[in-house]
């Protein structure tokens, strides 16, 4: 079991930065791949990126290929989105999830593939 606390979103303004952790509780994280959702009102829930549970590899969606990087730290049980070059239309409530996986290189990028998700934390980019 593992369960997910999203936190550092906020309000900024097109062109600044912010980075989005995902508090893991639960021995299976370090063993679980990881990635990261968001929703935008009146849309439906979007792929960002994903990383493996080695941290070798990551996927990103093409919207934010070369802003965002996702990184995690299995000592600490927390994942992280840093998102730079932030646009009006990257606002969103944005999500972390995850699923155990058995090989380390292994990420997901499909919502019915992960198992565990977070509440959520808004990120608001204003233009």
């Known amino acids: 079991q593992v369960q997910l606390v999203e936190s550092g979103g906020g309000l900024v303004q097109a062109g600044d930065s912010l980075r989005l952790s995902c508090a893991a509780s639960?021995?299976?994280?370090?063993?679980?791949?990881m990635g990261w959702f968001r929703q935008a009102p009146g849309k439906e829930r979007e792929f960002v990126a994903a990383?493996?549970?080695?941290?070798?590899?990551?996927y990103y969606t093409d919207s934010v290929k070369g802003r965002f990087t996702i990184s995690r730290d299995n000592a600490k049980n927390t994942g992280y989105l840093q998102m730079n070059s932030l646009r009006p239309e990257d606002t969103a409530v944005y999500y972390c999830?995850?699923?155990?996986?058995?090989?380390?290189?292994?990420?997901?990028?499909?919502?019915?593939?992960?198992?565990?998700w977070g509440q959520g934390t808004q990120v608001t980019v204003s233009s």
């Open positions: 990383i493996s549970w080695g941290g070798g590899n990551t």
């Open positions: 639960g021995r299976a994280f370090s063993r679980s791949a």
């Open positions: 999830t995850a699923r155990v996986a058995y090989y380390s290189d292994s990420y997901y990028y499909q919502y019915r593939d992960y198992s565990y």
